[in-house]
């Protein structure tokens, strides 16, 4: 079971653009973001300590 999320998945939860999302993985802007055959994604994890305003460290995630 996939628990990643893609760009697209993670706009439509947060109402920001995809492309500012996708913008800031490539830059190294979106903790947890990588990519994956082309595609972004973003990690679970990740995501939610940064929706929840958790420093992304203390899930073991780089900045």
Known sequence: MRT???I????ELTGLHPETL???ARTGKLPGA?????VYLIRR????ALRS???V????FPS
């Open 4 to 6: 990643d999320l893609t």
């Open 8 to 11: 697209a998945e993670a706009a």
């Open 22 to 24: 996708r913008r800031h």
């Open 34 to 38: 990588y990519r994956l055959g082309g």
């Open 45 to 48: 994890e990740a995501f939610d």
């Open 53 to 55: 305003g958790v420093s």
């Open 57 to 60: 460290e203390k899930v073991g």
